[in-house]
């Protein structure tokens, strides 16, 4: 999985990136940098061809530019000057003329040769997730950050075998909330009163159901560790996601009460004159 940069203003270092990237192929190279430091955006990176003996589109050298802010990637290509007579090898102007076709070339090329990689959700440029996302009528807006996106994605095809289960609520909330929940059948998280149709009440104080058509899910956190984002989000998969017939309820740990001190006051107890208790 990628390191997350926490600040935008972390500027990459020269090392880190050599170190990231030296030795790959472009196109992955290019997609961990985006995703180590998501701050920078695909237009941030600039490519140079050179011509070498090695692995097409492998990486010899990646620096940061702190002027202007970009990542310069340096990557092995062919010079289309190859395939002149041997004449012409040798002009350095007509070399880097050609250059300038093969480097329009390379950027087909590379994006056709990776084309299998737009549908794995883990290696995926950050563009593509909405479309995979839309294949699998999947709402963005209740998964989080990236990283829970991509996972979720990943998981996709066996998750919807469990679709509409407890197995799959779970595994789908986990997900999102990287805490595994407690599904508790027939559960509720807090004791009801049930008034009784001979009473004079009309309806109950609070409305219950059969005991196999409810559940609880158990977070074992406190409530303070998820923000209200994240609770609308919870609230929106287990509504959709839940059986159809069921209502579902959501639990966390409780805190745990100090207990009061307790003053008792018999008949020998004095009550000062300055509301002080003598005893």
């Not at 004449?87 to 076709?101: K, T």
């Not at 995979?132 to 998981?155: H, N, P, S």
């Amino acid at each position: 999985m990628k390191t997350v940069v926490k600040k935008k203003s972390d500027i990459p270092n020269n090392e880190s990136l050599m170190s990231l990237c030296a030795g790959l192929d472009l196109y992955r190279a290019r997609n961990r940098i985006l995703r180590f430091y998501p701050h920078l955006e695909e237009k941030d990176i600039d490519v140079t061809y050179v011509d070498e003996n090695t692995r097409r589109f492998t990486v010899l050298k990646c620096t940061y530019d702190i002027r202007e802010g970009k990542v310069r990637i340096v990557a092995v290509s062919g010079n289309p000057v190859r395939h002149l007579p041997s004449n012409y090898q040798g002009d350095g102007f007509l070399c880097n003329f050609l250059m300038i076709f093969q480097h329009v070339f390379n950027d087909t090329t590379i994006k056709l040769d990776n084309m299998h990689e737009y549908f794995r959700p883990m290696e995926c440029p950050t563009s593509f997730l909405p479309v995979l996302a839309d294949w699998f009528g999947v709402r963005l807006d209740t998964l989080g950050g990236e990283k829970e996106v991509r996972l979720f994605l990943q998981y996709a095809i066996p998750l919807y075998r469990y679709r509409g289960t407890l197995i799959g609520l779970r595994l789908h909330l986990t997900i999102v909330t990287g805490i595994c929940p407690e599904i508790l059948e027939g559960e509720i998280p807090y004791s009801t009163i049930e008034i009784l149709e001979g009473s004079s009440v009309e309806s109950d104080l609070v409305e219950i159901g059969p005991e196999e058509s409810c559940f609880t899910v158990f977070f074992p956190i406190f409530r303070s560790k998820f923000d209200d984002a994240l609770m609308q989000r919870l609230s929106i998969i287990i509504q959709e996601e839940k059986p159809v017939h069921t209502r579902c309820y959501l639990s966390f740990m409780k805190p745990e009460r100090k207990s009061r001190k307790v003053t008792t006051i018999v008949s020998e107890t004095i009550i000062g004159a300055d509301g002080g208790i003598n005893f």
